[in-house]
């Protein structure tokens, strides 16, 4: 069965066979974000594949990509998760990165208006990377793109781990979780939502999703474990 990211960058049929095929003269020649993304995904299906001389080259003119669109946060993502997988961490760091501060910026500009945010689709990109089986990376990315103040995505990082049969490991980033949630609208102030209000909600996601234990757990690490019942989580 083919990896959902080797899928979806084989989707665009063969304008995407040309790609694979890109000369060192053309290197230099920058390219638009969908394209981008697109070599980033191909390049990542070679690392995971123990090819990284094949996806070097296919990252390097991903990076040739100039920017300046609302979602530019997700092309520089996909370039750090393919360096991150082709054995080059630092290059890989360097984009996600760049990608987080990215995001934040173009949430800022409300550039996608009634759109999902660029923050939160940058989150969702994490989401897809645990769930198509790359818990590890996508919780390295989690780090990096500081997406553990948000409890809806990381208790579906840790559904992914449980499900998987690491129970431990995702107890464990249930725990962090709350105490990030906590901890980030502590200083944010009273213009956002409570923690209590966040990871309640977030525990009855988890319970809808099967994950009764996380939910609890979310519950006693938050002291709201008193209102388990009431609210029926």
């Known amino acids: 069965m083919l990896n959902p990211f080797i899928k979806s960058a084989l989707s665009g049929g063969l304008t995407l066979v040309g790609l694979l095929w890109v000369g060192a003269p053309t290197l230099a020649q920058s390219v638009d974000g969908a394209r981008a993304r697109q070599l980033a995904d191909i390049a990542f299906g070679y690392a995971i594949a123990d090819q990284p001389d094949a996806a070097i080259p296919l990252l390097k003119q991903a990076e040739t990509y100039q920017g300046g669109d609302c979602f530019e946060a997700n092309v520089w993502l996909k370039i ?51 769930e198509a089986g790359h818990r590890d990376l996508a919780l390295h990315i989690a780090d990096r ?23 431990q490991q995702a107890k ?26 966040l990871l309640l909600g977030t525990a009855g996601q988890l319970t809808y999703g099967d994950q009764p234990e996380l939910a609890t757990l979310m519950l006693v690490e938050s002291g709201l474990a ?7 989580f």
Request: one cysteine or more.
């Open 80 to 130: 750090g998760v393919g360096y991150q997988a082709a054995g080059q961490p630092e290059q890989g760091d360097k984009y996600l990165a760049r990608a987080a501060e990215t995001a934040a910026a173009r949430t800022l500009e409300n550039c996608a208006s009634s759109a999902t945010p660029p923050s939160t689709s940058l989150l969702n990109r994490t989401i897809e990377y645990a």
């Open 145 to 167: 793109v500081d997406a553990w103040a948000d409890p809806l995505t990381m208790a579906l990082i840790a559904t992914e781990y449980s499900e998987a049969g690491q129970p």
């Open 172 to 197: 464990q980033i249930i725990a962090k979780t709350v105490t990030a949630v906590t901890q980030a609208l502590a200083k944010e102030g009273e213009a956002t939502p409570t923690p209590a209000l």
């Open 226 to 232: 008193q209102l388990q019942r009431p609210w029926r």
